[in-house]
């Protein structure tokens, strides 16, 4: 009983938890603010709480003086790390005591993370001002636990499990603007190294679903994501059983690299790394695909094959050697010497020729002596990586080091012996990435250069940095991008055409095809693209293969009339020109309302830029450039372009000739023109009356003027007689005739030609 009622109290004062009603597990709206210390893995981490949060209707701020609650992902990694947590706290318990002080509204803190699970109530023991404190697995219970700090006791939760994976939470991304993302696929870590603290906070190692992390990353790319980072504090010892089946247990030979060893017993069964790489390489051909951190035990064959095989698996492998002396290594518990460290990089660049290295070096370990130092200096020379991440050891409680070694090495010895492994670093590293100059390479821009902010940076396959693309090509990207969204409206206007014209609902990849080569694009590659999605190329109809018109106002070329036909009418136009009338909604053929209807949506797409340019008058703001470094030519968002969310379908934007259809046909009262003798009858009404025609209101006349002018500019500046006359004769009402518009080449348009009902004069 005892040990029930201990599950229900809170850690620090003995106080029983109170009754939390469902809805004030709510957030009400109050503000969170967010901050990351330490890896990838808790910025995802953080993504997934934000996603928790946000679920139960809190809202996130970037400013820390509006915040209603505070919470910290913390890292425990080195002692370093949780230094800078200390002092973060420090500094937030003042800003709370102001808050109490000055009766403004209070400040929760919560500390989340390994260090939190590390050092568990010691953080509300130590540091008064924290409330909440929730581990790795214990995320999903923060509604709870903040809605307990709320009511002013102490919330604690650091249960670890052996099945949390959050497979069933979508993170929410913190930075929407990045074109990059984090996916966790598995966590924890079984290898027991015996100077990393990862096995006490992280817990056992547990992998989520293939089908949940596919889902995941389908997700992502249909936001527009262009790389994602898989996650795992092993991540290549990834294994899925969630389907049951670990009857097909693979050799033990091809579960580690040849050399390697664990201190655990092995593993059968379930899917593979190799398996998940090439699920979601086949899934997301378009999409980069990198990984983190991974054990070198972990690279078997089948892996190194399978990210050599994909050209969007991309050719940077981590491989943390920690040191390069085999008894350090026994002592570090690695599970490798350092002749099988060497034979695996010498594997991996046999099978990726272009392979770039990185790796995680750890000097003054317990009892290392400079010779053994010296074997490190030497491999990081051997080796040579592109990128390296070099530490000073730092012992950590609950390690095996702590309990089975002595820290022997002084501080001053580390930190000499750190300078040095750097030196020999930097100069292995300037001669390895001096070979990338002058060389042309695929590269993601993820944002301004951290150098300078006149120029931008992003990474190439190796995620090597590539600085230096100047800002002042800004503009030309901006432009080519609204270029290419209008090219993507256009062709999914005249695909969803001939889609119509079908008969079908939705649109085929058929359709695509034609509307390309209607447009005069090339679909050189075809052939590939049909060959990875599984289709046959069949021969284009030979509608799809007429010759794209320059203009849409060309009327195509001449044909002879059929025999039905009378032979006075003008000659039939090209089936495949536009035809564009007065009204634009009289079309000759069937085919030819499919067209028109594509050219009208095009026009009214223009109309609609035009009109918005005019009211911004900056074509600037349609890219949000100063906050977004995700630049549109490598970051286009799968959605319509700005400009498409001004056009309002009640605004009538009229040119020149639908004006002038307008006033000569829409405004006629009568379809017919009246006989001389009904003209005469009214006549005489009108002479009895004494009444004069009446006039047309101001409006008209003035709108009617507009259409005159657009139409012979230089006839309305005239002052010649002749203008002038014919002024104040329409002035007076007196016109002899109508003036009709200019002949059009279609003679199904006869409405444009009709004139209007006047005034015949007596002979």
């Known amino acids: 009983m005892e040990a029930e009622t201990s599950n229900v109290y809170i850690a620090d ?40 949060l946000k679920a139960h209707e809190y809202h996130r701020t970037v400013n820390l003086k509006e915040a209603d609650i505070v919470l910290m992902m913390t890292c425990a990694i080195r002692e370093g790390a949780e230094d800078t947590v200390w002092n973060r706290l420090k ?31 010691q953080l509300v023991e130590k540091e008064h001002s924290v409330d909440v404190v929730a581990g790795p697995d214990a995320y999903k219970d923060l509604p709870r636990l903040l809605a307990i700090g709320q009511r002013g006791q102490k919330a604690i939760n650091v249960l670890l499990s052996l099945d949390e994976t959050y497979a069933d939470v979508v993170p929410v991304k913190l930075d929407r603007k990045s074109k990059t993302a984090f996916v966790s696929i598995m966590r924890g870590c079984d290898n027991m190294c015996s100077y ?19 889902e995941e990353v389908l997700l992502l790319e249909n936001e527009g994501i262009r790389e994602i980072t898989l996650l795992g504090q092993n991540v290549n010892s990834y294994r899925d059983t969630s389907d049951g089946s670990l009857e097909d247990a693979p050799k033990e030979a091809t579960l580690l690299a040849p050399g390697f060893r664990t201190v655990y017993k092995s593993k059968v069964g379930g899917l593979r790394f190799a398996e998940l790489l090439t699920e979601l390489a086949e899934a997301v051909p378009e ?52 002749e099988a460290y060497l034979n695996l990089v010498k594997e991996v660049r046999h099978i990726i020729p272009n392979v770039t290295l990185s790796s995680d070096f750890i000097c003054g370990f317990c009892g290392e002596r400079e010779p053994e130092f010296a074997d490190t200096v030497s491999l990081i020379e051997q080796v040579g990586y592109h990128a390296a ?11 095996t080091a702590h309990r089975r070694y002595s820290d022997d090495v002084p501080e001053e010895v580390k930190q000499e012996r750190l300078r040095r492994m750097i030196a020999a670093f930097r100069r292995e590293a300037e001669r390895l990435n001096s070979l990338f100059v002058d060389r042309t390479e695929l590269v993601l821009v993820e944002g301004y250069s951290k150098r300078s902010r006149t120029d931008l940076a992003g990474r190439n396959d190796g995620n090597l940095e590539e600085a230096g693309f100047s800002t002042a090509e800004k503009d030309a990207l901006e432009t080519l991008t609204e270029m290419m969204q209008s090219f993507l409206v256009e062709l999914g206007h005249s695909a969803r055409n001939y889609c119509e014209l079908a008969g ?32 046959h190329v069949l021969p284009q109809p030979q509608q799809a293969q007429a010759q794209k018109q320059q203009s849409i106002l060309q009327a195509g070329q001449k044909i002879p009339h059929p025999s039905y036909i009378p032979s006075h009418l003008p000659q039939f136009p090209d089936p495949h020109a536009y035809i564009r009338t007065p009204t634009h909604k009289q079309p000759v053929t069937e085919y030819e309302v499919i067209r028109e209807k594509a050219a009208q949506q095009q026009r009214d797409v223009e109309r609609a830029l035009t009109k918005f340019l005019a009211k911004t008058s900056e074509i600037d703001t349609l890219f949000d450039n100063e906050e977004n470094p995700m630049f549109p030519l490598i970051a286009c968002k799968p959605s319509f372009p700005p400009y498409l969310q001004a056009l309002n379908p009640s605004d009538q934007i009229f ?70 006359a014919s002024a104040s004769a329409g002035g007076s009402g007196q016109t002899s005739g109508v003036s009709t518009p200019a002949p059009i080449d279609n003679p199904y348009l006869r409405a444009a030609t009709i004139p209007r009902k006047v005034k015949h004069e007596m002979r």
């Open 91 to 121: 500094h937030l318990r003042l800003l709370k005591r102001k808050r109490e002080t000055n009766g403004e509204k209070p400040l929760q803190i919560g500390v989340l993370g390994c260090m939190a699970e590390r050092l568990k109530k």
């Open 13 to 52: 004062r003995g106080k029983p938890i109170p009754y939390i009603a469902p809805e004030t597990l709510r957030g009400q709206k109050r503000k969170v603010f967010l901050e990351v210390y330490g890896c990838q893995m808790n910025t995802n981490d953080t993504e997934i709480v934000w996603s928790i």
């Open 504 to 535: 079908r609902t939705q649109p085929v990849i058929g359709d695509v095809v034609v509307a390309l080569v209607n447009m005069g694009i090339s679909i050189r590659g075809l052939d590939t693209f049909a060959k990875r999605e599984g289709r």
């Open 655 to 724: 040119d020149f000739e639908e004006l002038e259809y307008y006033y000569l046909v829409a405004n006629r009262k009568e379809d017919i023109t009246e006989t001389k003798e009904e003209a005469d009858a009214g006549d005489d009404d009108d002479d009895e009356d004494g009444e004069s025609p009446k006039k047309e209101d101001k409006a008209s006349q003035e709108t009617k003027q507009e259409v005159e002018e657009a139409a012979s500019p230089s006839a309305s500046k005239s002052d010649s007689p002749a203008a002038t």
């Open 196 to 214: 990393c603290i990862v096995p006490f906070t992280r817990g056992k190692e547990r992998s989520r679903p293939i089908k949940s992390i596919r």
């Open 389 to 399: 991440f070099l530490f000073a050891y730092s012992m950590r409680e609950k390690t």
């Open 287 to 338: 999409m980069r695909i990198r990984f983190t951190s991974p054990h070198p035990k972990d690279f078997p064959v089948d892996v190194l094959e399978t990210i050599g095989k994909y050209p969007n698996i991309c050719n940077s492998l981590h491989l943390p050697a920690q040191s390069g002396n085999t008894q350090v290594l026994e002592r570090m518990r690695r599970g490798y010497t350092r």
